[in-house]
């Protein structure tokens, strides 16, 4: 079992930039690949990011391409997310996901399959 637990959020003005960061428990950090998804009031849960076991590939969602990077530290069992040029578009509440396989399809952006989930951490972005 993994358990995940989100820091970094905040209140911030358009254009800044904030990071986020992902603390996992347990020894098996390496055997899941890692993905941030957001949820902004009464919309879906969407992918935002997601990064492979190793670390050796990422894959963002269009809307953050170029503005967000994913990245992660297995000897720290953690995992990031840093914001630039951030819109108040990108306000809601940010998620960490753990998924077991590994790889990159269309189904690896959807909710059903990551196994485990943070509490989120809120991020406003004002105008």
């Known amino acids: 079992q993994v358990q995940l637990v989100e820091s970094g959020g905040g209140l911030v003005q358009a254009g800044g930039s904030l990071r986020l960061s992902c603390a996992a428990s347990?020894?098996?950090?390496?055997?899941?690949?890692m993905a941030w998804f957001r949820q902004a009031p009464g919309k879906d849960r969407e992918f935002v990011a997601r990064?492979?076991?190793?670390?050796?590939?990422?894959y963002d969602a269009d809307s953050v391409k170029g503005r967000f990077t994913i990245s992660r530290d297995n000897a720290k069992n953690t995992v990031s997310l840093q914001m630039n040029s951030l819109k108040p578009d990108d306000t809601a509440v940010y998620y960490c996901?753990?998924?077991?396989?590994?790889?990159?399809?269309?189904?690896?952006?959807?909710?059903?399959?990551?196994?485990?989930w943070g509490q989120g951490t809120q991020v406003t972005v004002s105008s």
């Open positions: 996901a753990a998924d077991r396989n590994d790889g990159f399809s269309a189904t690896r952006t959807r909710v059903a399959a990551y196994e485990y």
């Open positions: 347990g020894r098996t950090f390496s055997s899941y690949a």
């Open positions: 990064i492979s076991r190793s670390g050796g590939s990422t």
